[in-house]
């Protein structure tokens, strides 16, 4: 897909190949240099390497119900959107799903636009129920989006992550139902 930004720049949305591999490991280490609201530290991502890279990109080609998108400009990789299903009977209906985009592209709309194309995914793949995402607590910008997209917060675990500066933070999960909502409550744990 196609799109312009409001600074006029054209943004492609598409699926990645092997052949990004190198161009995906090099905006990874940004992204994350860009800001602590990603789970992956500046020293872990600097690990990563073309080759686990490209086993990346084709762990989510071979996958026919995971997507991997790339939104690129001016032949630059600028932000990234996974779906990962659930790879067990009891979660096969459901999905978890990571966006990250690049600082200098920050509020342009291309999480919105990468949501977007992936939604449009998600309904062609009707045997993904529920999607869910994790967010720390004060990603304030991330949480707004995945509100406006009708994503409900379901749960906190409370001081889950330590930043790297000694920071606690909470984490939250946020779900949404894509098909209904169940029409049965929860069975109690007993």
């Known amino acids: 897909m196609h799109y312009f930004l409001s600074n006029g720049e054209e943004l492609i949305i598409r699926e990645p190949v092997p052949d990004d591999a190198a161009?995906?490991?090099?905006?990874?280490?940004?992204?994350?240099?860009?800001?602590?609201?990603?789970?992956?530290?500046?020293?872990?991502?600097?690990?990563?390497?073309?080759?686990?890279?490209?086993?990346?990109?084709?762990?989510?080609?071979?996958?026919?119900?995971?997507?991997?998108?790339?939104?690129?400009?001016?032949?630059?990789?600028?932000?990234?959107?996974?779906?990962?299903?659930?790879?067990?009977?009891?979660?096969?209906?459901?999905?978890?799903?990571?966006?990250?985009?690049?600082?200098?592209?920050?509020?342009?709309?291309i999480g919105r636009r990468l949501m977007t194309q992936m939604f449009r995914w998600l309904s062609h793949h009707p045997q993904i129920q529920l999607l869910y995402c994790k967010v720390m607590a004060n990603n304030e910008k991330a949480i707004h989006l995945y509100q406006s997209f009708g994503f409900m917060e379901e749960g906190r675990l409370s001081r889950f992550l330590r930043q790297p500066g000694g920071e606690y933070v909470d984490l939250l999960y946020f779900t949404k139902w894509l098909n209904h909502e169940p029409n049965a409550p929860l069975a109690e744990s007993v």
């Open 23 to 109: 161009a995906l490991l090099s905006y990874f280490q940004q992204a994350v240099r860009d800001t602590e609201f990603l789970m992956t530290t500046p020293t872990e991502a600097s690990q990563h390497t073309l080759r686990s890279e490209q086993d990346f990109i084709r762990s989510f080609r071979n996958h026919p119900h995971n997507l991997y998108l790339v939104a690129v400009v001016q032949d630059q990789i600028v932000g990234t959107l996974s779906v990962t299903q659930g790879n067990r009977s009891k979660i096969e209906h459901t999905a978890e799903f990571g966006i990250a985009v690049i600082r200098e592209y920050w509020n342009m709309g």
